[in-house]
């Protein structure tokens, strides 16, 4: 009894770790991205890069992910996202486009890390999905108070705090080899790899691909096939979930950077300039999606997943008309609840419907369906940045028209 708690706990800590690793740097990308292209460049396009490529990754990954062993994985992970991180941080700021390019490398290995985990969670107890939830609501807290307190309030450059970040993804083999217990039934070794285990349904059709003898039909064979398995995901648990992100990430990337207040009315120890009000809205945001998404661990669910599409779409709309109109809020004290509240709904609903997912589909189909609807979130974002693109210089444009220009003066710090 004690080994099993034990297990359980391991089980929970390693899980935790992978979530919080496998998405600081995301947070962190997008808490710097005002400084990364400063105030005349949409945040959508840190947004797009950070996301895009991860969602290109998901989309993809039914097709082939089970071919991969899960320890050449790792090592892909920490290639892409420790190179990432040192193309954003020893690029001059004038380097647009090269940081671009490593704020993709890190993405790729979010969503690719993404698919890794969720499926990996399928070899073990219930821990594994609480944990890598809640560690994924940890990175969010974690890596945007940490960028709040370097930046905002201890005055380190930029460059320097995105530069240690750069080591920040060796954990995932430090976890993996020494923390993770490794279940009886998981793996079959060949040499000294693990290949990603199948379920029997997809040995069988490995199997049948392997005697046709036409390429075209056998690829065709396997495509049609995966497609089949993800239809019954989509309404159930991938909608929901896509609708959930577009809305808050409209929020966050297109409308929050016009959500601005005189700084004289502000205290001047947090929000030293209007750059400084986008930074603590991400943190206050990241609040409520680690208290979310660690609400699971604690026995509460919520099984109406389209219930928190349709709360997150009104908030939406409440933030839009205080873009736009200055109301409801004269201060910024109710909106910061505001975007608390909007990051309990966001975390709430990826918890919720990963164990929804692990509750409700056959365990047979269990770790293909988590990779599978891992798509979700990420669809949502690259939807959301592609309406922030035109939404948040339009919302610029129509308040300086009004006389406010802040917007335009939340210059790169």
């Not at 505001?338 to 309990?344: F, H, S, T």
């Amino acid at each position: 009894m004690l080994l099993e708690l034990t297990n359980q706990r391991k089980i929970f800590i390693s899980f935790f770790i992978f979530g919080l690793l496998n998405n600081i740097l995301y947070v962190i990308i997008l808490s710097a991205a005002i400084d990364l292209v400063g105030s005349a460049t949409p945040k959508a396009s840190v947004l797009l890069a950070d996301v895009v490529p991860s969602f290109g990754f998901k989309l993809v990954a039914p097709f082939f992910i089970h071919l991969i062993p899960y320890k050449a994985r790792l090592r892909i992970l920490v290639a892409l996202s420790s190179g990432g991180m040192l193309l954003i941080s020893l690029t001059s700021k004038d380097s647009i486009a090269i940081k671009i390019i490593g704020i993709m490398l890190a993405s790729l290995s979010s969503g690719m890390g993404e698919v890794t985990f969720l499926q990996l969670t399928h070899y073990f107890t219930e821990d594994a999905v609480g944990g890598f939830s809640s560690g994924t609501g940890g990175a969010g807290l974690f890596g945007s108070f940490l960028f709040l307190l370097f930046t905002n309030i201890m005055g380190i450059r930029v460059w320097v705090v995105l530069l240690a970040f750069a080591v920040a993804p060796l954990g995932f083999l430090a976890t993996y080899y020494f923390v993770l217990p490794t279940p009886s039934h998981e793996y079959h070794s060949v040499g000294n790899e693990e290949p990603m285990p199948m379920s029997e349904p997809e040995q069988e059709e490995v199997f049948v691909m392997s005697e046709n003898q036409d390429k075209y039909t056998d690829l065709k064979h396997h495509i049609r096939t995966t497609m089949e398995k993800i239809k019954p995901l989509l309404v159930p648990f991938m909608l929901p979930l896509v609708t959930v992100y577009i809305a808050e990430y409209v929020i966050n990337q297109g409308i929050s950077p016009t959500l601005l207040f005189p700084l004289d009315e502000l205290p001047h120890w947090l929000f030293a300039s209007y750059r400084d009000i986008y930074v603590v809205y991400n943190f206050l945001y990241q609040l409520g999606v680690f208290i979310s998404r660690t609400s699971v661990t604690f026995g509460i669910r919520i099984r109406h997943l389209y219930l928190l599409s349709i709360l997150q779409a009104i908030n939406v709309v409440i933030t839009l008309v205080q873009s736009v109109y200055d109301f409801p809020f004269t201060k910024i004290w109710l909106l910061l609840a505001l975007i608390i509240y909007e990051g309990l709904l966001g975390g709430a609903a990826y918890v919720n419907t990963f164990v929804s997912v692990r509750e409700q589909v056959p365990q047979s189909q269990r770790e293909f369906c988590m990779g599978s609807v891992s798509i979700s979130d990420s669809l949502g974002i690259v939807l959301a940045g592609l309406i922030n693109w035109w939404l948040e210089p339009t919302l610029c444009d129509w308040q300086v028209q009004r006389g406010r220009d802040w917007c335009l003066k939340g210059g790169s710090a």
